[in-house]
């Protein structure tokens, strides 16, 4: 069935690079996101890729897929005590609304001054 | 903005109560998720629906139970709560169609059940 898997806790210094690693499980995932939840609220979405993109980058964040690998990272450059959030990866398999979008565990990024 | 709203934010409540979690949104959005997140264990899907009155099971459906008799609102009903319910409640919302169709999560209802 499908999985998300992602490791639980990260710890970086204040200013160097994040780097959180994903894996999955269904090679028909279309849609990869990365969301991010602060302490005490709900889930923002951070970033997608789409399935056929090996790379995007939006300003501080990088997102890497190898499909072959089934591997997605996202990574995030010069981190900031606002960086301190859970960070989950979740796929989207298939392209229609009915289709499910299936969560990893969550990694917990904290911040070292 | 899409506003997802989930009526509380703590919830104390007895083993073998009856509990209502309300979500409404303001988007117009056809899909609405209800999730439950426990530590470790990341976002597990209750159920879901894709319209008024329609429903469908999500992985881990028993004890739980919901309604949509609107398109706005999307109830969770703990028939009789146990301690093993208590869990932090996310709802979400998505619109209907293909592409990217991103989650829109409320802030989540922290339930403790004692």
């Known amino acids: 069935g499908e999985d998300v898997e992602q490791s639980l806790f990260l710890s970086v210094r204040e200013g160097d690079s994040s780097v959180i690693n994903c894996t999955y499980t269904?090679?028909?995932?279309?849609?990869l996101y990365w969301y991010k939840q602060e302490p005490g609220a709900g889930l923002q979405l951070l970033t997608y890729?789409?399935?056929?993109?090996d790379m995007k980058q939006d300003q501080r964040l990088t997102v890497l897929l190898n499909k072959k690998d089934k591997h997605l990272s996202l990574r995030i450059a010069d981190t900031q005590t606002g960086d301190s959030a859970i960070y989950f990866c979740?796929?989207?398999?298939?392209?229609?609304?009915?289709?499910?979008?299936?969560f990893g565990s969550g990694t917990r990024l904290s911040i070292r001054p | 903005d899409v506003k997802v709203t989930q009526s509380s934010r703590y919830l104390v409540k007895r083993t073998g109560e009856k509990v209502f979690l309300e979500c409404v949104q303001d988007?117009?959005?056809?899909?609405m998720f209800w999730y439950r997140q426990d530590p470790g264990l990341g976002l597990r899907l209750i159920y879901f629906?894709?319209?008024?009155?329609?429903?469908e099971k999500g992985d881990i459906p028993e004890g739980y139970s919901v309604s949509r008799e609107k398109k706005e609102r999307f109830s969770l009903i703990l028939e009789s709560a146990s301690t093993n319910q208590t869990s932090m409640y996310l709802c979400?919302?998505?619109?209907?169609?293909?592409?990217?169709?991103?989650?829109?999560f409320g802030n989540g209802t922290r339930l403790t059940v004692t």
């Open positions: 979740a796929e989207k398999a298939g392209y229609s609304s009915a289709s499910k979008i299936i």
């Open positions: 269904d090679s028909s995932s279309t849609y």
């Open positions: 890729i789409f399935s056929n993109m």
């Open positions: 988007m117009d959005h056809e899909n």
């Open positions: 629906s894709y319209d008024v009155k329609m429903k």
């Open positions: 979400a919302t998505m619109v209907m169609g293909q592409g990217v169709s991103p989650l829109h």
